[in-house]
């Protein structure tokens, strides 16, 4: 009995992380509207119009709308690749409640994944203030993508590199590993609970950051890129071949940013 409890409300566990993605993507589809060019957007990314030649405006609102679509954008893109880690703590915190006769797993489970997404919703924060340097540096164009085949070429490169560095490596360790992170790391309680969905959050950041700084080159705005890159982050974390196809992945970056460069 005390199993098939286990699996039910596992169950209802993985039925919101499923409905969170979904909202999240959404509010992406709907965010990137309809209009094929910027004087016709009819998302919620973008003011409804924009006299030719001028860009949009850096006021609050403005601030606030460009944090909300990098902070959404980070929900759908890096939840599917984390629901097997809280899947998981979520599984353990509740057989910890049953055997300790508690009822702290639905605070605790909860308290995980804000944590987790904490962090990214930091990550947004910074996103955004790159944002807003690459367009006065009018290094952008209105769609959010470079306009530098340079730029782009060395975003290329960098992430690149850093797919074959020792901290890239760890970090992909840990999040490829969820029972081995959780044995190390548990901590009990609803301030545990957070402490741990921070610390993963921040082994996530540290191997996914530079490949979210991508979304510069190929389009903030592009839904085929974003869907591109959150395909390419859970097979690398999920599937048995992640390691390799990250070596792989380093490849192809290096190549196609020098190719850029040389062209340019």
Not at 59 to 84: C, G, R
Not at 121 to 135: G, M, N
Request: hydrophobic share 60%.
């Amino acid at each position: 009995m005390l199993e098939a409890l286990i699996r039910r409300e596992n169950a209802v566990v993985a039925g919101a992380l499923f409905a969170l993605i979904i909202l999240a993507w959404l509010a992406l589809l709907a965010g990137a509207g309809t209009g094929m060019s910027v004087t016709a957007m009819s998302g919620w990314w973008l003011p409804m119009s924009l006299p030719a030649g001028e860009s949009w405006p850096w006021n609050a609102y403005y601030w606030a709308i460009a944090f909300v679509m990098w902070a959404v954008m980070m929900v759908a893109m890096m939840l599917p690749s984390a629901a097997p880690m809280i899947l998981l703590y979520a599984r353990v915190v509740r057989q910890a409640d049953a055997q300790a006769d508690t009822v702290e797993a639905p605070s605790c489970i909860a308290a995980f994944a804000g944590g987790y997404l904490t962090l990214w919703i930091l990550f947004s924060v910074l996103a955004v203030v790159l944002q807003f340097a690459l367009e006065r540096a009018e290094l952008m164009t209105i769609m959010m993508n470079s306009r530098s085949a340079t730029l782009s070429g060395a975003l290329l490169i960098s992430a690149g590199v850093y797919q074959l560095t020792p901290l890239k490596s760890a970090c992909l360790k840990h999040c490829r590993s969820p029972a081995t992170y959780l044995a190390e790391h548990w901590r009990p309680g609803t301030a545990g609970a957070w402490r741990m969905g921070l610390e993963h959050g921040a082994y996530c950041v540290g191997c996914c950051a530079v490949l979210m700084l991508l979304l510069f080159v190929g389009g903030v705005m592009n839904l085929i890129w974003i869907a591109g890159l959150s395909l390419f982050v859970a097979l690398e974390k999920l599937a048995p071949f992640g390691v390799g196809l990250a070596g792989a992945l380093s490849i192809i970056l290096i190549a196609g940013g020098a190719a850029l460069i040389i062209a340019a």
